[in-house]
């Protein structure tokens, strides 16, 4: 077995039916990690568990490898949301990494008031959290949404679910205070841009029955420290660190 070399694979995976490797992951299995026919791999999808999976053929662009035996069965894993004003590119990709070690089940960019970068390339996030999936061993991928605007966050967030929108400004409660109790699955967060939340927004999130505002101390963190604490400490309190 080629030691813990994992990969996602969309298809579906049961025993001795063949998945199709991508270009990219043919190119790594043959040309970087020297395999061919016989080796064997883990595959997980997010939906069958991870399987042992053996390289029937490979060539440079396109390899052929057969599931043999389930190794872990797929568990459900109701992981916090992450909703994220996008932040310089290495900070965004950086958000998108940590937040799949940490277990978000969802990531969705929000365009606030003061977000200074562009639309999020989708693509390229999911290629990241697929990465980190399949370093931390995780069984599901993180959901990457296209990013949206913060009306569409609020308007369309589930009653069930609190959101906590981590505040700068000091008018928050102690985060693991507000979690005391919650599930961390069923919570999620929302950390701002560079040039923080506006006024009119933090106004607005004191309306909102399904908000609450925290604090993550004195300092003035970068969103993708604050990020990063948020989740950490709710796995810590609430979640599957546990
Ligand atoms: N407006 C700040 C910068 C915002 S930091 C400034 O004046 O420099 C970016 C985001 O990180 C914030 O919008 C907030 O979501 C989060 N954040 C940073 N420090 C935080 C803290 N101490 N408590 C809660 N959230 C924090």
Not at 1 to 14: F, K, T
Not at 40 to 46: D, I, P, S, T
Not at 48 to 71: C, H, N
């Amino acid at each position: 077995m080629a030691a813990g070399i994992r990969l996602y694979i969309d298809g579906d995976l049961a025993e001795g039916v063949p998945v199709a490797a991508s270009a990219d992951q043919a190119h790594y299995l043959g040309r970087v990690m020297r395999l061919g026919p016989g080796d064997a791999v883990n595959l997980f999808n997010g939906r069958d568990g991870e399987w042992r999976a053996v390289i029937e053929r490979i060539d440079k662009r396109s390899a052929d490898i057969l599931p043999e035996t389930q190794t872990r069965p797929q568990v459900e894993a109701p992981g916090p949301w992450l909703a994220f004003a996008p932040v310089k590119k290495t900070g965004t990709d950086f958000i998108v990494q940590k937040a799949t070690e940490l277990g978000a089940a969802r990531l969705i960019p929000v365009a606030t008031a003061n977000t200074q970068t562009g639309r999020t390339n989708t693509d390229r996030l999911t290629a990241t959290a697929v990465e980190a999936a399949e370093q931390c061993e995780r069984l599901s991928l993180p959901e990457v949404s296209d990013m949206q605007t913060l009306d569409a966050l609020l308007n369309t967030w589930p009653d069930d679910r609190r959101l906590f929108i981590l505040d700068e400004t000091g008018g928050g409660v102690p985060l693991a205070q507000a979690l005391a109790g919650a599930n961390a699955g069923a919570a999620g967060f929302l950390t701002g841009p560079e040039g923080g939340f506006s006024a009119p927004e933090l106004d607005r999130f004191a309306k909102l029955s399904f908000v609450a505002r925290v604090t993550l101390g004195p300092r003035i963190l970068r969103a993708e420290t604050a990020a990063l604490a948020a989740l950490a400490v709710a796995q810590a309190v609430a979640g599957d660190w546990n």
